[in-house]
């Protein structure tokens, strides 16, 4: 089976230092028998890197140092308490770079032309925000929604996070998005009539011209509708592998991470301060509330959240820049990069439909108070601009937590944007509706609070 794959590489790593030999090498054994050649540069050794038991270096390179390209680096798991990806990690993308990119067409005159490392554009994504996070001292989490897959990014205390979602994507994955989310997933999205023909028609139709973009409203309508599943089961995954190790601190990329089967999730969207979208989906949508409300769905934020999406996919050019210039990368990213959509604050968790959820007194500058009250199941959106900071008031009803703790009033400046403050009372999770008329009579006034689609739209 190692042969039949053919893989670009191996990672093998197991045991902590000091532990047992035996199973490793016999790991090392097994692909060392199955010889596999590299997926490209067939006439290449297969780069093969041990990351496990130190006291294994020297059987695991007389078994595979004559038949593969084998590096070797630190134990990823030295202790059973400690973790120490770093090394591992930077040794895969340096392999990535060496053996499988430079079998790129152009590859090395491409290297001739640039002062400052190439990089996979996931981690040119990722070191952007980490630098952002860092620099602003703030939680974040970025998404890039892509034609085959979704990357997801997260820093939450300074620690940074990468999952890659193979099959997740808006063209060549979006039947495995359909497959994964199911129809009726992804028409509880939806304010228009679609049955599941319809939509499994058009998933094929998208399937067989993947680079073709909506060409109706309807189109659009359910193209976005899938992204939200998109969202929502990449970041399902990412939520699930961001765990941490008891009594530890440590550090870690997803990607390369192993589950921690009970481990707790590094994840609390409670504390987070800036969700950022970027993928064509995301930053070409025609209107900019829906790309706050595909984000809205797909990630459910909590408490007060700001949301941004990347202009013109400039982030993985900008992680590049900062390792030359962190500081103009940052400045850059903030001033030019993000397209700041707005603030949400979100009630959680959910309560009876209809049933009180919040009052609120919103101030925008040299204007007259908004007062109000919401219910559950309710949008409100509340106009205001980047430069505008509104003086939010709000009082949640009892057990419910606005961002300040349960039964808990916020008082605080919340920053406008491009859509504006969005006050979200539909509850955490979002509420679910089995009959078809009434989801997408539900979906139409969500989408209408928010001026998404024109209205229409939204009753066809």
């Given at each position: 089976r190692i042969r039949e794959l053919s893989p670009d590489m191996i990672l093998l790593?197991?045991?902590?230092?000091?532990?047992?030999?035996?199973?490793?090498?016999?790991?090392?054994?097994?692909?060392?028998?199955?010889?596999?050649r590299a997926r490209l540069g067939r006439g290449f050794s297969l780069p093969v890197i041990y990351a496990g038991n130190r006291d294994a270096r020297q059987k695991v390179s007389e078994v595979l140092e004559r038949?593969?390209?084998?590096?070797?680096?630190?134990?990823?798991?030295?202790?059973?308490?400690?973790?120490?990806?770093?090394?591992?990690?930077?040794?895969?993308?340096?392999l990535f770079l060496e053996h499988v990119m430079a079998h790129a067409p152009g590859y090395e005159k491409?290297?001739?032309?640039?002062?400052?490392?190439?990089?996979?554009?996931?981690?040119?994504?990722?070191?952007?925000?980490?630098?952002?996070?860092?620099?602003?001292?703030?939680?974040?989490?970025?998404?890039d929604i892509g034609g085959a897959t979704t990357d997801v990014f997260s820093v939450f205390g300074g620690t940074f996070n990468r999952t890659v979602s193979a099959n997740l994507?808006?063209?060549?994955?979006?039947?495995?998005?359909?497959?994964?989310?199911?129809?009726?997933?992804?028409?509880?999205?939806?304010?228009?009539?679609?049955?599941?023909?319809?939509?499994?028609?058009?998933?094929?139709?998208?399937?067989?011209?993947?680079?073709?973009?909506?060409?109706?409203?309807?189109?659009?309508?359910?193209?976005?509708?899938l992204a939200r599943e998109a969202l929502s089961l990449a970041f399902s995954q990412h939520r699930s592998?961001?765990?941490?190790?008891?009594?530890?601190?440590?550090?870690?990329?997803?990607?390369?991470?192993?589950?921690q089967v009970g481990a707790e999730s590094l994840i609390d969207m409670h504390s987070l301060d800036l969700l950022v979208g970027s993928g064509g989906v995301l930053s070409h949508a025609p209107r900019r509330a829906q790309a706050m409300m595909m984000l809205m769905d797909g990630f459910q934020p909590e408490g007060v959240t700001e949301l941004a999406v990347d202009s013109i996919f400039?982030?993985?050019?900008?992680g590049v820049l900062s390792q030359v210039n962190e500081r103009a990368a940052v400045e850059v990213f903030e001033h030019d990069c993000l397209v700041r959509l707005g603030?949400?604050?979100?009630?959680?968790?959910?309560?009876?439909?209809?049933?009180?959820?919040?009052?609120?007194?919103?101030?925008?500058?040299?204007a007259a108070p908004r007062e109000g009250e919401l219910a559950f199941g309710e949008v409100l959106r509340v106009p205001a601009g980047e430069e505008d900071l509104v003086?939010?008031?709000?009082?949640?009803?009892?057990?419910?937590?606005?961002?300040?703790?349960?039964?808990?009033?916020?008082?605080?400046?919340?920053?406008?944007?491009?859509?504006?403050?969005?006050?979200?009372?539909?509850?955490?999770?979002?509420?679910?509706?089995?009959?078809?008329?009434?989801r997408r009579k539900r979906a139409a006034r969500w989408l209408r609070a928010l001026e998404v689609y024109p209205e229409g739209a939204l009753t066809q």
């Open positions: 790593s197991g045991g902590t230092d000091g532990g047992t030999v035996s199973h490793v090498v016999e790991l090392a054994e097994y692909i060392g028998a199955a010889r596999p038949r593969s390209a084998l590096s070797i680096t630190e134990n990823i798991r030295p202790t059973l308490e400690r973790e120490e990806l770093g090394p591992a990690r930077g040794k895969i993308q340096q491409l290297i001739g032309w640039t002062s400052a490392p190439i990089m996979p554009t996931p981690a040119a994504v990722g070191r952007i925000m980490e630098s952002v996070a860092r620099r602003q001292n703030i939680n974040l989490i970025g998404v994507g808006m063209s060549y994955s979006v039947s495995n998005v359909l497959a994964q989310a199911g129809v009726e997933g992804v028409l509880r999205w939806l304010s228009i009539h679609c049955d599941a023909g319809r939509l499994q028609d058009g998933v094929k139709n998208k399937m067989i011209r993947p680079t073709t973009i909506p060409q109706t409203l309807e189109e659009l309508i359910v193209e976005q509708g592998l961001v765990t941490g190790l008891k009594g530890t601190q440590r550090r870690r990329d997803i990607a390369e991470a192993f589950a400039m982030m993985p050019h900008l603030t949400c604050i979100a009630a959680s968790p959910g309560g009876r439909l209809g049933g009180k959820c919040m009052s609120y007194r919103i101030v925008l500058p040299g003086e939010v008031d709000i009082a949640p009803a009892r057990g419910v937590d606005v961002g300040a703790g349960k039964s808990s009033r916020l008082r605080r400046r919340c920053r406008g944007g491009e859509v504006g403050i969005v006050l979200d009372a539909r509850g955490r999770p979002l509420p679910s509706e089995a009959d078809p008329a009434e």
